[in-house]
Structure formats: C-alpha cells, structure tokens
C-alpha cells in the first residue's frame, strides 16, 4: 500500500508563473519529509526538507508546507522557470531515518 | 570530487543470468539503500544497509542480493529469480542515523533483460 501519494502525474505552468506540487501521506509516524528533483536518465537530486515540527521552510524560490493534521506536504516553486522542468517527487521518513517512502512523482513542465 | 557512482549506466543480460550492479561512494556515508524504478511509479527500496557487514530488506527484496563488506561499497545482485529485471536501479547513501536524512543518489543504471 503506498505510504506517500502524489496524485497528479503532471502540471503545466507558464514561465514566471507559481507552481504548487502536492503531496499526501497516511503513515502518521513519519517526521522527516523532502522533495527531490529528477531528470530523465539521472538520480534524483535532494532539493528541500522540512520535519514534523515546522510547518514551512523557504530556500530561494521554493518554499515546503506541511499540513500535519491533513497529512498533506506541498512544495511551491515561485517564480517557475523553464529549467525546472523535471519530475518532482516527495519522500517521508520515520523518526529512525531507517527507510525512505516515496511518492510516485509529478512531472513538472514549464513553459516559456 | 565527492559522490556516489554506478556502472555501468546501460546494461543488457539473456533471461536467466544473474548481473551485479555497482555501487560506490565515497562520502564517507554510513548507509547506503538500492531502489528500483518503474515507469509511472515512485522508487521502491530493494535492501539497505546501515553499516558494514549488515543490511536489511526492503519492500521489495525478493530475487535480489547484495553484500557490503566495505563501507564505500553496496553492490546489487538482480538474480534470475527475479520475475521483471528490466528497471531503472538507483543506490542512494546517507551519512547514517542520527544525522542528516537527505539521501544522496547516483546516476542510475538501467537495466534491460530480454
């Protein structure tokens, strides 16, 4: 059963434009969550973070909410740019960082 | 430079035969994790390992194997049990418990059996 969802596939965005990846989880006990950023044929690159004691972090144009009592993460790109175009995913983990659960990724198009 | 490299990055096999994927870091990270990926799907973690000499299995172990009898090194064995091979593999590592959780991946291998 997934753990983390992300249930849109994809979205597309104008350049210049706010771009808002959601993500949900069921597993209460995760306290850790991230958001990666893939290119076809390449690994995932860590982008942002926020643990279960905040409720936003910032970090130039991205900004992670964490919605505990929804179980719901979402990450804001603002403003998107073309080379943000890539597959997004979300990943959660447990307070033993033992195991990471990952989404199944948003692809994420920009356009100029 | 630090990082975690895999080899090769495409790798064809025949049905039947086992193939070892490597995987190496050198950031000095005390875990180290195999995941696949499907297409339309997230990754799905194969076994980790939170230090030398010990690993554990993950989600979806079955029909796989690793070792990791040095640090900087978890290699990943896709044996002929393994019922859909063809996938994209990434290993991943961590500085370990305890410390940061950002996990950094390498560049991938995919693999095609046929």
């Known amino acids: 059963d997934q753990q983390v969802k992300q249930n849109s596939p994809s979205l597309s965005v104008q350049e210049g434009r706010i771009s808002i990846l959601n993500c949900d989880y069921t597993?209460?006990?995760?306290?850790?969550f991230l958001w990666y950023k893939k290119y076809p044929a390449e690994g995932p690159t860590f982008l942002i973070s926020?643990?279960?004691?905040?409720d936003k972090n910032e970090d130039g144009r991205f900004t992670v909410f964490l919605n505990k009592s929804a179980k719901h993460l979402s990450l804001h790109i603002v403003p998107s740019q073309p080379g943000d175009s890539a597959v997004y995913f979300c990943?959660?983990?447990?307070?033993?960082?033992?195991?990471?659960?990952f989404g199944t990724g948003t692809s994420l198009t920009v356009i100029p | 430079d630090g990082g975690i490299t895999q080899s090769p990055k495409y790798l064809f096999r025949k049905e039947g035969q086992n193939v070892t994927l490597s995987c190496e870091q050198n950031?000095?990270?005390?875990?180290m994790y195999w995941y696949r990926q499907d297409p339309g799907q997230g990754l799905r973690l194969i076994y980790y390992?939170?230090?030398?000499?010990?690993?554990q299995k993950g989600d979806i172990a079955e029909g796989y194997s690793v070792s990791r009898e040095k640090k900087e090194s978890f290699p990943l064995t896709v044996t002929s049990a393994q019922k859909n091979p063809t996938a994209f593999y990434l290993c991943?590592?961590?500085?370990?418990?305890?410390?940061?959780?950002?996990?950094?991946f390498g560049p991938g291998t995919r693999l095609t059996v046929t």
């Open positions: 991943a590592s961590t500085p370990g418990q305890g410390s940061s959780y950002e996990q950094y």
């Open positions: 597993n209460s006990m995760f306290d850790y």
């Open positions: 926020i643990s279960s004691i905040k």
């Open positions: 990943a959660a983990s447990g307070n033993t960082g033992n195991q990471f659960y």
């Open positions: 950031l000095n990270h005390d875990a």
């Open positions: 390992s939170q230090i030398v000499n010990d690993f």
